[in-house]
């Protein structure tokens, strides 16, 4: 074959050996479908909706007293893995506004995500201080007890006597359902 490694590689092909006779090639698939491109593309749409929800947490700081939608900024769907990451990202915020968590949860029905989505909106509300879902942390305490570990830990570390009282109150309803070892973390945490 008179094509080098070079040439194919130049020439957006991929090699693939099938037998002895000598190397064969096929067509590379295009940038837009291989699987770096697309985790590249979903991970700049996430810094994307981050600098979004960050104009719009500072839009609520200063005009607290004016409503705001979330009609004033298009906010994309994103999937499971992109939400963990943008909660992730949002969690580096010194402060959000109660009015900017809202509409975080409305806009991805955060309640209703899986346990990963879940477990960061829960570290949003306890490190916010936002006291409308506290029942999003109880019940997640409740539903993925393992998981909610940390949850506790963090609860009892903001010193905060009515977050404190939630994660005493949410171990005292489940203790009986937890597994033993977890059940003597939680508990040494907590008292």
């Not at 590379?28 to 810094?47: C, D, F, G, I, M």
């Not at 955060?110 to 829960?122: G, I, K, P, S, Y």
Request: net charge positive.
């Amino acid at each position: 074959c008179a094509l080098t490694r070079t040439h194919v590689q130049q020439q957006n092909l991929r090699w693939k050996v099938k037998d002895s006779r000598g190397p064969k090639y096929e067509q590379k698939p295009l940038l837009e479908e291989s699987s770096a491109w697309t985790e590249n593309r979903l991970t700049s749409q996430v810094k994307d909706e981050v600098r979004k929800w960050i104009r719009l947490n500072q839009r609520n700081k200063k005009c607290s007293k004016r409503k705001r939608t979330q009609d004033e900024v298009r906010l994309e769907k994103l999937l499971p893995d992109q939400l963990v990451l943008l909660l992730e990202s949002l969690l580096e915020e010194k402060t959000l506004q109660p009015r900017t968590l809202l509409c975080l949860e409305k806009t991805y029905c955060l309640r209703e995500q899986d346990a990963e989505v879940q477990h960061r909106w829960c570290e949003l509300i306890v490190k916010h201080k936002y006291s409308a879902a506290y029942r999003d942390v109880e019940q997640f305490l409740q539903d993925h007890q393992a998981m909610g570990v940390y949850l506790y830990g963090e609860l009892m570390v903001n010193k905060d006597a009515t977050q404190q009282q939630l994660a005493r109150k949410s171990f005292a309803k489940i203790q009986e359902q937890m597994d033993i070892p977890t059940a003597k973390v939680v508990r040494e945490m907590l008292f």
